[in-house]
């Protein structure tokens, strides 16, 4: 991608190029380039592509300091990839902890969105927030009357 000329769009100037008069000069220029930007990728993925047979092959140990340049690499690789995956943990613990806020002011019968700290919903009247079982103390929706869990009555 490095050499497109188009800064990576080049498969939308290769779309746009089909609309454009065939028989223009820069229009022949730009197919032209795009043809030898797309061999360019085909080559360097056969080299990759042959860089690891022989490795499969020879080993890495035969391929001296490109060989520890690799490994270094790899290294950096493992390290970012743990890097990205706490922050993906963290961006997912975040949408989970808004989620939850967002549900938490969401009424359980009607569905409208009340202000933070509203007891009761301000749509339909039911009681906001998750209730207790009396029993056993798991949590329960609002509204209901028999506890999942234990199975007790619960007061209305």
């Known amino acids: 991608m490095g050499n497109d000329l188009f800064g990576g769009l080049g498969g939308l100037m290769k779309g746009l190029s089909n609309l454009m008069p065939q028989d223009d000069p820069a229009v022949k220029m730009m197919n032209a380039h795009t043809q030898v930007s797309d061999l360019q990728k085909q080559e360097k993925d056969l080299y990759v592509q042959i860089g690891k047979m022989a490795v499969e092959k020879y080993g890495l140990e035969s391929f001296g300091e490109i060989a520890d340049k690799l490994k270094l690499v790899q290294s950096n690789l493992a390290v970012a990839q743990g890097e990205l995956n706490a922050q993906k943990a963290e961006q997912e613990a975040k949408?989970?902890?808004?989620?939850?806020?967002?549900?938490?002011?969401?009424?359980?019968?009607?569905?409208?969105?009340?202000?933070?700290?509203?007891?009761?919903?301000?749509e339909c009247g039911t009681k906001m927030g998750a209730s207790h079982c009396t029993s056993c103390g798991a949590e329960l929706a609002p509204g209901t009357r028999f506890c999942g869990e234990c199975g007790a009555r619960q007061p209305e």
């Open 95 to 122: 949408d989970k902890a808004a989620e939850a806020a967002a549900a938490a002011l969401r009424c359980p019968s009607c569905g409208f969105t009340n202000p933070e700290g509203t007891k009761f919903c301000q």
